[in-house]
């Protein structure tokens, strides 16, 4: 189970700007804190540890962390957040990030949201928070990745519900089929066919939970073409018949 599906961040201070000549800060963090230094630098110390943060990096403190800075100056993004239940971040509290550029957007937005206040701002504040985190999560992935991998998966993610084939992918991709299917399995670690039946079991799980469409109706929304191919295969992916499982669904819930 992925554990961080339940996370439910809620802001409690949002900040975009900057800090110049003899800023300094002293304090014990009673919540999680990021601060994305967009230019400039500062010298963090985080629970005894010395971090000097520059462009395009994430300080983050954890909660019930006492921390210290200084700068000279530096452009910066700050977000002060709770998690429930004591949820933790596996995340470092130096981080890298590869290409900042991607997080101003939603920097952006969040300051516009943050200011004006309008109608549910929390709400919107929350999901964009959810996509930074989402992107730091990738940050930190140590798997390789591979952009033509990456291209496979975009192509399969497009075309699913088709009868896509390893041969058609590697005509799109312009690489051998053999080559095709043994650089897929190298970096996903499953095959093209698994990655493609993944996906449409997993959408297959969506429908059921959300449409009252039949089982037939689900399979043939997801790709299969057979619904006895398609028993078969969600029972081994999930563990259970796709009829059961639409089975402990309470009245109401689809």
């Known amino acids: 189970m992925n554990r961080y599906q339940n996370l439910d961040p809620q802001i409690d201070y949002f900040v975009y700007?900057?800090?110049?000549?003899?800023?300094?800060?002293?304090?014990?963090?009673?919540?999680?804190?990021?601060?994305?230094?967009?230019?400039?630098?500062?010298?963090?110390?985080?629970?005894?540890?010395?971090?000097?943060?520059?462009?395009?990096?994430?300080?983050?403190?954890?909660?019930?962390?006492c921390r210290k800075a200084r700068t000279e100056r530096m452009n910066f993004v700050a977000i002060d957040f709770y998690l429930k239940d004591n949820q933790e971040l596996d995340l470092p509290s130096l981080l890298h990030i590869c290409d900042i550029t991607k997080y101003i957007y939603y920097f952006q937005e969040l300051n516009?949201?943050?200011?004006?206040?309008?109608?549910?701002?929390?709400?919107?504040?929350?999901?964009?928070?959810?996509?930074?985190?989402?992107?730091?999560?990738?940050?930190?992935?140590?798997?390789?990745?591979?952009?033509?991998?990456?291209?496979?998966?975009?192509?399969?993610?497009?075309?699913?519900?088709?009868?896509?084939?390893?041969?058609?992918?590697?005509?799109?991709?312009?690489?051998?089929?053999?080559?095709?299917?043994?650089?897929?399995?190298?970096?996903?670690?499953c095959t093209i066919k698994h990655y493609i039946n993944q996906i449409r079991i997993n959408q297959a799980i969506s429908l059921i939970e959300t449409s009252n469409m039949n089982i037939s109706e689900i399979a043939y929304q997801t790709g299969f073409n057979d619904i006895y191919y398609f028993s078969k295969t969600f029972k081994r992916m999930v563990g259970l018949p796709p009829s059961d499982l639409k089975k402990t669904l309470k009245p109401g819930e689809f």
């Open 17 to 65: 700007s900057e800090r110049d000549a003899n800023w300094t800060l002293d304090d014990r963090m009673m919540i999680h804190s990021f601060v994305f230094v967009l230019d400039g630098g500062a010298e963090y110390e985080i629970a005894g540890q010395i971090y000097k943060a520059g462009k395009n990096d994430l300080i983050y403190v954890r909660p019930g962390t």
């Open 112 to 189: 516009n949201e943050w200011l004006k206040q309008g109608l549910e701002y929390q709400l919107k504040c929350k999901g964009l928070l959810i996509l930074i985190l989402h992107m730091l999560f990738t940050e930190v992935d140590e798997r390789p990745r591979n952009k033509t991998v990456e291209d496979i998966k975009d192509y399969i993610i497009k075309n699913y519900l088709a009868p896509v084939s390893v041969e058609e992918i590697a005509q799109a991709m312009r690489i051998s089929t053999v080559y095709c299917g043994a650089l897929f399995k190298k970096y996903e670690k």
